[in-house]
């Protein structure tokens, strides 16, 4: 079977159509898991609906979501204490 340069294109077309669509499908799953890693409920809620919205949601939340390690910055001072060593 020879594919010409018409069923090559088709193709091309026809896989890249499949990764948007799965990559927007999943896109406000991912964004879902780096809020709760980033404890980031309060201020950001309102861009889980956006993320639906295909790369702009996902790029918004990019955009304005805080470094990670400002939020699981440790709160346990009891941990770094308890050490024998010192």
């Known amino acids: 079977m020879i594919l010409n340069n018409k069923d090559l294109i088709k193709i091309s077309i026809h896989v890249?159509?499949?990764?948007?669509?799965?990559?927007s499908a999943f896109a406000p799953f991912w964004v879902y898991n780096d809020m709760t890693a980033r404890?980031?409920?309060?201020k950001g809620r309102w861009l889980l609906p956006?993320?639906?919205?295909?790369?702009?949601g996902p790029s918004l939340y990019l955009l304005?979501?805080?470094?990670?390690?400002?939020?699981?910055?440790?709160?346990?001072?009891?941990?770094s204490s308890s050490d024998p060593s010192q």
């Open 16 to 23: 890249t159509s499949l990764d948007f669509c799965l990559l």
């Open 39 to 42: 404890k980031w409920f309060d």
């Open 50 to 56: 956006v993320s639906v919205v295909p790369f702009l």
């Open 64 to 79: 304005l979501r805080p470094a990670l390690s400002e939020t699981t910055a440790p709160t346990d001072s009891s941990a």
